[in-house]
């Protein structure tokens, strides 16, 4: 009798990657990539999308640099096998491969991955005659080396003006899904962003005119100019953001008849703006005011909204509303910027 064989045993330190390897291998992830996408490179031992692969592979293991594919995924066998490789491409072919992408293949990869959403995601899938799709919309400072693609000297937030990136996400927050992702250079703001940002949203997610009336877009003051708020009125969203103004929302902020109190924040008060008619808008809106002491006076926001969820007379005295549309955006600090407006499609 022949000596009894054992199987080859391998252990990962990432094993809580396997289960999306394998179901990456059951969408055939690396099949849509090698069709679609047609990198100038010639195969050596892997091919392009082979190598791209390998990256984002990298990536999901946590590497903050190429360079870390040796010891995340190179050295990792079990991790290889579990998205069905049985090898991974060093770090410096990795990036010769990303060297050689032109833009012409950013645009297919991102017309890829547009599909790949279409075809599982929830946010795809959604029921716009029973509930309505809400789009967060934002941008994040990303600071790195004055060298890197893009990078410009701009405002971040937490590290003030340094060179940097800022990176443009629409959410679909319901989901908590990415529908887009794209980077900008460090000075561009989303006052710059947003509309394209929109449409690439439009294209993803398929908003005809049948469902855009059913789409909320949930956005900071960046977005707020009466251009942007009206762009995107005419195009038929549900609107909730903050004005860009602050003087015009302290202007405003006269006009209120009572002031209510926050339930969540004793100290904020916040009360409708009249009167009700909006001329400067190309839809009819409902704008809040927000204030709250600061410094011995009183600082004003103002948000400008139109959402079917606002529906007719609704008050302060219901918390359904405060906490579902107000409250929702999921920073609790977002409301204590100095300064804005806010308004609701109605």
């Known amino acids: 009798m022949g000596e009894p064989t054992t199987?080859?045993?391998?252990?990962?330190?990432?094993?809580?990657?396997?289960?999306?390897?394998?179901?990456?291998?059951?969408?055939?992830?690396?099949?849509?990539?090698?069709?679609?996408?047609?990198?100038?490179?010639?195969?050596?031992?892997?091919?392009?999308?082979?190598?791209?692969?390998?990256?984002?592979?990298?990536?999901?293991?946590?590497?903050?640099?190429?360079?870390?594919?040796?010891?995340?995924?190179?050295?990792d066998e079990a991790l290889q096998r579990a998205f069905g490789r049985t090898a991974c491409a060093e770090y410096s072919v990795i990036q010769d491969t990303l060297d050689a992408c032109t833009p012409e293949n950013v645009i297919q990869m991102k017309q890829v991955v547009a599909t790949i959403f279409q075809q599982q995601s929830q946010a795809a899938k959604h029921d716009y005659h029973t509930t309505l799709q809400l789009?967060?919309?934002?941008?994040?400072?990303?600071?790195?080396?004055?060298?890197?693609?893009?990078?410009?000297?701009?405002?971040?937030?937490?590290?003030?003006?340094?060179?940097?990136?800022?990176?443009g996400r629409v959410i679909a927050s319901h989901y908590e899904e990415i529908v887009v992702d794209d980077l900008f250079a460090g000075n561009v703001q989303l006052s710059v962003a947003l509309r394209s940002m929109v449409v690439a949203a439009e294209e993803v997610l398929e908003l005809d005119f049948a469902r855009r009336p059913r789409t909320i877009i949930r956005m900071d003051s960046g977005g707020g100019s009466l251009d942007d708020v009206n762009w995107l009125l005419d195009r038929g969203y549900q609107l909730h953001c903050k004005d860009v103004s602050s003087k015009r929302a302290e202007a405003w902020a006269t006009t209120v008849i009572e002031?209510?109190?926050?339930?969540?924040?004793?100290?904020?008060?916040?009360?409708?703006?009249?009167?009700?008619?909006?001329?400067?808008?190309?839809?009819?809106?409902?704008?809040?005011?927000?204030?709250?002491?600061?410094?011995?006076?009183?600082?004003?926001?103002?948000?400008?909204?139109?959402?079917?969820?606002?529906?007719?007379?609704?008050?302060?005295?219901?918390?359904?509303?405060?906490?579902?549309?107000?409250?929702?955006?999921?920073?609790?600090?977002?409301?204590?910027?100095?300064?804005?407006?806010?308004?609701?499609?109605?």
């Not at 109190?261 to 009249?274: K, L, S, Y």
């Not at 948000?303 to 920073?331: E, I, K, M």
């Open 135 to 167: 789009l967060d919309v934002d941008m994040s400072g990303l600071p790195c080396g004055p060298k890197a693609e893009l990078s410009k000297k701009g405002y971040f937030s937490k590290d003030g003006i340094r060179y940097g990136r800022q990176l």
């Open 259 to 346: 002031w209510f109190a926050d339930p969540n924040h004793p100290q904020r008060e916040m009360g409708w703006v009249v009167p009700l008619d909006t001329p400067d808008y190309v839809r009819p809106v409902m704008r809040l005011a927000i204030r709250w002491p600061k410094r011995n006076q009183h600082y004003y926001c103002k948000w400008l909204g139109r959402s079917q969820l606002l529906g007719v007379g609704c008050a302060f005295s219901t918390p359904w509303w405060f906490d579902n549309v107000v409250t929702g955006y999921g920073h609790d600090d977002f409301y204590y910027k100095v300064g804005r407006l806010k308004v609701f499609s109605a």
């Open 7 to 75: 199987a080859n045993k391998h252990f990962s330190p990432r094993a809580s990657l396997a289960a999306m390897g394998l179901k990456l291998q059951e969408l055939k992830l690396i099949e849509s990539i090698t069709q679609a996408v047609k990198i100038p490179q010639m195969k050596v031992k892997f091919t392009p999308a082979e190598k791209l692969y390998d990256a984002f592979i990298t990536i999901l293991a946590g590497a903050r640099g190429l360079n870390e594919s040796t010891t995340r995924l190179r050295s």
